[in-house]
């Protein structure tokens, strides 16, 4: 006897499990290609789709952000090279403005 296909609900659920994998999502429930293509062009889910797609985007940005600052971090700590502990606080401070975490710095100006 076949196995019911699975719901569009629960192929949303393990989408969001998977991190946005659709190679994974289409091995795990056996999809055919068609079946793929109906969950993502389904008028009830894709806008839910969409927002996920979003908060995975953030998701991994913010992961990338902690990666990137704890190893800057790293530098500043255990680095003895001045310039490269300067280079390293130059970097982490243009990165948190960027990221919206301290406020810009005033641009030097220079004297027309």
Not at 9 to 26: H, T, V
Request: proline content about 10%.
């Amino acid at each position: 006897m076949s196995q019911a296909a699975p719901s569009h609900s629960d192929l949303l659920g393990a989408y969001a499990e998977l991190n946005g994998d659709l190679s994974a999502l289409r091995a795990r429930f056996s999809l055919s290609g068609l079946q793929l293509i109906a969950f993502l062009e389904d008028p009830a889910i894709t806008p839910r789709l969409t927002n996920l797609d979003g908060f995975l985007a953030r998701s991994t940005i913010q992961r990338l952000q902690t990666k990137s600052a704890a190893v800057l971090e790293h530098i500043l700590d255990t680095t003895p090279d001045p310039v490269e502990r300067r280079h390293a606080a130059t970097i982490l401070t243009r990165l948190a403005c960027r990221w919206g975490r301290l406020p810009s710095p005033p641009r030097p100006r220079h004297p027309p």
